[in-house]
């Protein structure tokens, strides 16, 4: 299984982008499609994911400016995220793990958002 991102860029605060992530292979049943991101000297941190059946989580501090969906025929993850805060400057990943218990678990090479005037 390969995961393909894309969409980064530099965007001025306020701004918006969308991140897709494409996953290719053998892709197995019930999963859940996620994005983590890492700032520069920070952890990498959860921001979003969405399981196979549309059940969607997010990370406080994007709760109504980001929003997750995927297309399950194209087995793509997308990331709208709205009103952008330098704070959300980081490497984005995206993830594919197989439910109930993360048993295949992959991870894509990261695109970079840069929020910054």
């Known amino acids: 299984v390969q995961l393909q991102a894309s969409g980064g860029g530099l965007v001025q605060p306020g701004g918006s982008l969308r991140l897709s992530c494409a996953a290719s292979g053998s892709i197995f049943g019930d999963n859940v499609m996620g994005w983590y991101r890492q700032a520069p000297g920070k952890q990498h941190d959860f921001v979003a994911a969405?399981?196979?059946?549309?059940?969607?989580n997010y990370t406080d501090s994007v709760k109504g400016r980001f929003t997750i969906s995927r297309d399950n025929a194209k087995n793509t993850v997308y990331l709208q995220m709205n009103n952008l805060k330098p704070a959300d400057t980081a490497v984005y990943y995206c993830r594919l793990a197989s439910l109930p218990n993360f048993d295949r678990d992959y991870w894509g090479k990261g695109t970079r958002v840069t929020v910054s005037s």
């Open positions: 969405i399981t196979t059946g549309g059940s969607a």
